[in-house]
């Protein structure tokens, strides 16, 4: 009897001892998970280079991560890293570019510009009393503003000394990958090992209880925020590093994910928990998560679906380990013994996380399909009808040729655009098809493709500082110069109009501007009284348009470089829009090309969508096939008003 009793109990305790395991490391165990499911399901997944693309896709988001654990440590919250990011590398490219600082100091300024942001947060918080939401939300506006006031909302060309920091060392191993770590390295230091470390565990532990116990709360979180604007700064280094140039519009949404990363790893919103290495782990599940989820061809859409779900079982996991009484993941607390029982732990962790993916990896050996046949289509947006239209002309083709369309969505993003184009070469895709987000921020990522010899060709954007086997696209400058004619025909030559502009920094906003201004020139009598961006968004139309008219009220015509903007005009204009005021918009959209029979909208300057993406596909399968193609294949864009919209097709 005492024997089974001793069994039972040691059959209990283990069973103890194996959940607490993996509640104390819950991240870790979910991505082992991730990586185990991800390997058995595509057999591109554990290729060398794939695996390092997930780094390098890592690096981003986990450096700023490393500076928010701070701040979430101490029980703040950071939303301005990813503007901070974007501010402090458009700093750099504008003085040494523009203004011939020299490169070294260029940095500093850099560096300098994060650290700055971080001051000011800190002082707003602790000094104006203002909630860290509150404040750090208001220097995301700030930070993003100063970005496109000082670029002009155009990107800017990195300094080729400091675009290093995205090559490789050696050919094979990421220098992004190698700051990663150091930088969470640094982390794990200050957290365990300094004086402010442990300020921060007690300040998000009890603030008022390390008040009363001497720690001067009110200095520490300006050198907590400070740090994090520092970490900051160099995330934004190493994106604008990665995209060969300074991306106003770079690192939107970033903070997000940096605040999930270090959420998945452990710490607590609550504060007094938190630590590098479960941040660095929250970082690669969210790179492993979209890395897998486009090898495996999931829908965008449903991408972030499945992340914010991800997220949400993380704080369930982090509930749940609390109430069962798993060790707090703070960083410096625990013995020496403590300390090494959670190495072993992480050094069996990868031995078995090894030999099962071995295992996954040995299975697929040899079940590759032809890759002749497979394309990669990576589109700016999909938030947009006319990249829609992209899409389905382009997998009407595909279905018509028999090939299989993988399709991304960088929503405008142009770092998750590179990453997207990193995952087709790492899969061996035959070909690939993109729509730059940024013409040169996308070279570095197509030239990867040009090294693994996988064609690309460009669908109505190019690709600046690489090799693509055609380009086919409209003419966005003569689009805008025939708007510009079309508008000043309608209007009998003078009048007074206003321009709604796209999103700042992207190339079709900038060419279809160029364009219209150009043709504009031969008509003197037309004046042009404002000109606002309303980010190719209806909605943001429709209040930029509303906004101008108690501005000027009696204007003649509105040119809107899209369709949804000049629909979102249409909108505020009401019963003026097609009869005083006349409307025109441009890439000859569904909606657009049905507000132009209804005479509502002027005119659409259209580009035949559709027509782009079944020519992409053709001309990749070809590019695949080895046959030679024309350098440039133009689809003509076309002036379409109520007299010839029936006949229209796209």
């Not at 086919?472 to 025939?482: F, K, P, Q």
């Not at 279809?512 to 209806?538: C, H, T």
Request: charged share 15%.
């Amino acid at each position: 009897m005492a024997a089974d009793t001793l069994k039972s109990t040691t059959g209990a305790t283990g069973a103890s001892g194996l959940r607490r395991l993996l509640l104390d490391n819950g991240a870790l165990t979910a991505l082992i998970v991730l990586v185990i499911a991800m390997s058995a399901l595509s057999g591109d997944f554990l290729t060398a280079d794939n695996l390092l693309n997930i780094g390098v896709q890592a690096a981003v988001t986990a450096i700023l991560a490393f500076g928010v654990t701070f701040v979430i440590v101490s029980a703040g919250i950071d939303l301005s890293v990813g503007s901070v990011a974007a501010l402090s590398a458009t700093v750099l490219a504008w003085s040494a570019t523009s203004e011939g600082v020299p490169v070294w100091l260029a940095v500093i300024l850099a560096v300098a510009t994060g650290i700055a942001c971080g001051l000011v947060n800190g002082v707003l918080i602790s000094y104006g009393k203002l909630p860290p939401f509150i404040a750090t939300l208001a220097m995301l506006s700030v930070g993003r503003g100063l970005s496109l006031v000082i670029s002009q909302g155009s990107p800017i060309a990195f300094p080729d000394s400091v675009s290093h920091l995205g090559d490789t060392l050696g050919g094979w191993l990421p220098v992004p990958v190698l700051v990663m770590i150091v930088m969470g390295v640094i982390t794990a230091v200050v957290l365990g090992r300094t004086y402010i470390g442990r300020a921060m565990y007690a300040i998000g532990g009890n603030e008022e209880a390390a008040r009363l116990s001497g720690l001067r709360v009110k200095r520490q979180k300006l050198v907590i925020y400070a740090l994090s604007g520092l970490f900051a700064a160099a995330a934004g280094i190493v994106l604008a590093s990665r995209l060969s140039s300074a991306q106003p519009q770079a690192a939107q949404g970033y903070e997000l994910d940096a605040i999930a990363a270090v959420v998945i790893g452990g710490a607590s919103l609550a504060g007094g928990t938190g630590k590098a290495s479960g941040t660095l782990i929250g970082a690669l599940i969210l790179a492993v998560l979209r890395n897998g989820l486009n090898l495996l061809s999931v829908s965008a859409f449903w991408q972030q679906v499945v992340i914010g779900v991800v997220i949400a079982l993380a704080v369930l996991l982090d509930t749940v380990r609390r109430k069962a009484g798993a060790t707090p993941a703070a960083a410096g607390a625990g013995t020496p013994g403590g300390r090494r029982k959670q190495a072993v732990t992480y050094v069996l962790a990868a031995v078995v996380a090894a030999a099962i993916v071995g295992a996954m990896s040995f299975l697929h050996s040899g079940s590759s399909t032809g890759k002749s046949e497979r394309i990669g289509l990576s589109l700016s947006t999909l938030n947009n009808p006319f990249f829609v239209q992209i899409r389905e002309g382009a997998q009407e083709e595909a279905d018509k040729l028999g090939a299989d369309l993988t399709v991304t969505d960088a929503q405008n993003d142009a770092s998750q655009q590179a990453n997207q184009l990193q995952n087709f070469t790492s899969s061996g895709v035959g070909a690939i098809v993109v729509n730059p987000v940024d013409s040169d921020a996308a070279g570095p990522a197509v030239r990867g493709a040009n090294k693994a010899e996988i064609p690309v060709v460009g669908v109505d954007r190019g690709v600046n500082k690489a090799d693509t086997a055609a380009l086919v696209a409209s003419d966005n400058v003569e689009g805008g110069r025939l708007g510009a004619e079309a508008l000043a025909e309608k209007l009998g030559g003078k009048g007074t109009i206003v321009i709604l502009q796209g999103q700042a920094g992207t190339s079709a906003s900038r060419e279809r501007g160029a364009g219209f201004a150009e043709g504009l020139k031969a008509y003197p009598g037309i004046k042009v009284v404002a000109k606002q961006p309303a980010d190719f968004d209806r909605t943001k139309g429709l209040d930029v348009m509303t906004n101008l008219l108690q501005a000027h009220p009696d204007i003649d015509g509105v040119f809107a470089e899209n369709d949804e903007m000049a629909l979102g005009a249409v909108k505020a204009l009401g019963a003026k829009a097609g009869k005083s005021v006349a409307v025109i918009g441009f890439d000859g959209t569904p909606d657009g090309l049905k507000a132009v029979a209804d005479g509502t909208l002027y005119a659409s300057v259209a580009q035949q969508p559709s027509e782009l993406g079944r020519i992409a596909v053709r001309n990749a399968l070809k590019a695949a096939d080895g046959e030679e193609l024309d350098e440039t294949v133009m689809v003509p864009v076309k002036v379409v008003t109520a007299e010839n919209v029936a006949g229209f097709t796209g």
